[in-house]
């Protein structure tokens, strides 16, 4: 169990009044911590401010996030080699109903968490994958954004109790794929690099981003445009990108299979470089 930070006061409890109880109201980042630092920070910042404007509350100085985090870094105990760390900005306490208060004052909350290591394998041989029956709805006002509201995707991991599989994936309402439960996914076709557009539903990840930036650095575009599930098992190669494990090949979906393709390969040596060492090979 960690030790969650509020303002600077360890706490054990929530106000039973806070809104992220009632209404999920509220972000939060699940940030690597390698080397005893935040990794992809400025990602994560940007990300949380754009969330924090999207749904009108108020974005803490970045100074006072770094200082939370890294008071929660110091004081957990944990290894801080190899670990993450979670932010949580909610909108305060408030009446009940759905308004918030003209005066509220949101909280931030940090914690640090100890970290395990994927398999080796996974990175070499690609792992497992199923596709989750549970569909995310669409809602533009939200799309892309880590809201504290995370019902379908816990609803879509307890679909499969497997072990040897690692991730679940989700279609919309109408059938595309978007998502992992916790990952963005990426397909490789004719040697083209295609990721799913959010603006309807999903959340838009930090090493989504970083793989983004990094492949446009290099000058190959990695394209945003809808998938259809039954094109996505037509595709050469899949992957999944998140924050904690960098990049992952895909091997199979159920009976679909895939092979751990060379632009994969060449991807993740591109992504050690920027620092995300777990994809070394």
């Given amino acids: 169990m960690s030790t969650w930070y509020c303002d600077g006061n360890s706490i054990d409890a929530l106000p039973i009044d806070d809104r992220a109880i009632h209404y999920g109201d509220g972000l939060f980042e699940t940030i690597a911590i390698r080397a005893g630092s935040p990794r992809l920070w400025h990602l994560h910042i940007d990300r949380l401010r ?19 985090l890294q008071q ?48 080796p394998a996974g990175y070499r041989k690609g792992v497992a994958t199923v596709r989750c029956a549970t569909a995310l709805a669409e809602q533009p006002a939200l799309a892309g ?59 838009a990840g930090v090493m989504r981003r970083h793989v983004i930036d990094t492949l446009h650095a290099d000058g190959i575009n990695a394209n945003e445009d809808d998938i259809h599930w039954d094109d996505a ?23 679909q299979r895939w092979a751990v393709g060379p632009v994969t390969r060449e991807l993740m040596k591109r992504v050690a470089k920027s620092g995300i060492e777990e994809c070394a090979l």
């Avoid at 754009?50 to 939370?68: F, K, Q, S, V, W």
């Avoid at 059938?175 to 295609?194: A, E, K, P, W, Y």
């Fill in 50 to 68: 754009y969330g924090c404007e999207r749904l009108a509350i108020a974005m803490p100085p970045e100074e006072n996030l770094h200082t939370g």
């Fill in 72 to 119: 929660a870094i110091n004081e957990s105990g944990i290894d801080s080699g190899y670990a993450l760390a979670k932010i949580i900005i909610t909108a305060g306490s408030g009446r009940r109903g759905y308004r918030r208060p003209d005066s509220g004052q949101g909280r931030v909350l940090t914690a640090v968490y100890s970290a395990q290591r994927l398999a």
């Fill in 145 to 203: 954004i880590k809201t504290l509201n995370r019902l379908e995707q816990v609803v879509a991991r307890n679909e499969w109790h497997d072990p040897d599989v690692h991730e679940g994936l989700m279609c919309d309402t109408a059938g595309r794929l978007i998502c992992g439960t916790m990952s963005n996914v990426f397909v490789v076709h004719d040697q083209s690099i295609i990721t799913p557009i959010l603006d309807r539903c999903g959340v």
């Fill in 233 to 255: 098992m037509l595709v050469d190669e899949v992957f999944l990108t998140n924050s904690q494990y960098g990049v992952l090949p895909v091997r199979q979906c159920g009976e």
